[in-house]
C-alpha cells in the first residue's frame, strides 16, 4: 500500500498469469456439445398429402451447432422452411440449415420456422407418434419422437412466431 | 407533537401527486371500461382498420359449383373473409382451425349469424372436391369460393389486401405468398376490424359476439 506504483504493476503481472492460465484450462477442455430436442410436433395432414413439424431445440453445450436436416420414414421428403413476411404477405421460403447458438435455443413455430414433411408414406392421425432425426453439424444425428396434433392445438402446444415476435422470421 | 404536525404537510405533500395520478388512471380506467360496454366500437382483440373497409360486389363460384354473390349471400351477417390456400402449411389451417374450434362454442343464436368464407388463392390445385374437404375438417358451415387468379386477385387489390404472389420451387412445385389477415365484416357491410396471423381462439371468442351485437354507433 505504500508504493501504488508497485502494487498495479503487482496486479497486472497477476492478471496476465490467471488470464494465461484460464486460455490453457480452455483450451485443454473438450469443447462440451450438449442437445436437447423437445415438443417434437407433427400437424395432423388435413388433405393427406403433407404436414409441418415444429419442435424445440435446446443448445446446453458451449459450442455453436447448425440444424442440417431432417428426416422419417413417414415422409419420403422433408424440408426445413421459413415464412416470409413481406408487404403484407407471407410465403415459405426454403432454408438450408438453422443456427443454434451455444446456450441458446432454436424455435419452431408457425409464422417462423417449421419443417414441411411432403409425399407422407402413411396416414397420420392426431395422437400418432413417429421417429424423426434431426442431422445436426457437430451433434450429428439425434431421434426423437413426434406426436401428432390437430391445427386447433397448436397455439396451446406450439404458440406461434408471428404472435410472440413479428420480426422473427427475417 | 411539535413535529409530527410539522411533518404532516410535508408528508401530504408527497401523497397528494400519487393520490392524483391514482385518480386520473380510475378514472381513466373507468371511461375505457364503460367504453369497452356495448356497442361503442371499441375494446377488439384484432387490429382497427384506420378505414373501414366496404364489401365488394363479387361473385365466385363455391364448392358445389353454384354462384356464390359475396355481398347478396353475406348480407346481415358477420363474415369472416380470408384468402389462402389448401397447401398453406400454418397460416392457413391455424387461422381456420382456430376459428372453427370457437364457433363450435357459441350458442346457437350467435353462431348462426356469422358466415366464414375463405377464397383459394390457387384454384389450380384447389379443386373444389379438395376445398370442401380440407374446410370440412374445420368446419361444416365453412364458404369455399373459387375464381381464376386474376379475378381473385382484384378482389383482393379492392380489399385493400396485397395481390397473392406465384413462386416456382426446384421441385416444380410452387409456394402461393398470400395475405395472413381475416378481414370481419360486420352488419353494416364494413370490415372494421381485422384479424393478424398469431389471433388466438380466445381472442375470436372475446371478439365475435362483440361484433355480432355491434352496431357502431
Redesign the interface.
Known sequence: MKNPRYTLQHGAVFALAVTIALACISRETPERIDLEVSRVFVTEPVTGERAAMYFSVTNNGDVDDELLAVSTTAARVAEIHRTEHEGGTMKMVPVDALNVPAGGRLDLAPGGYHVMLLELTQNLFPDDRFDVTLRFRHAGDMVARALVIRYEEVEELVGGAAQSDPHNSR | MDTEFRSTPRRLRRILPATLTACACLLFHISCSTGNDGASGTGYRGWMMPRPQAKVDFTLTDTEGEPFEFRARTDGYVTLLFFGY??C???C??H???I??VLDDFPLEVRSQIKVVFVTTDPERDSPE?LR??LD??DASFIGLRGDRDEVNEIQIALG??A??I?E?EGGEY???????VLAFTKDNLAHVAY??????ADWAHDLPKLVDERWE
Open positions: 389448401t397447401y402449411p400454418d397460416v389451417p391455424i381456420m382451425a382456430n372453427g374450434a379438395r374437404l380440407w375438417n374445420f389486401l396485397p397473392s404472389v413462386e420451387t409456394l402461393v405468398g398470400h395475405s395472413a389477415r393478424p396471423f398469431g389471433t388466438r381462439q
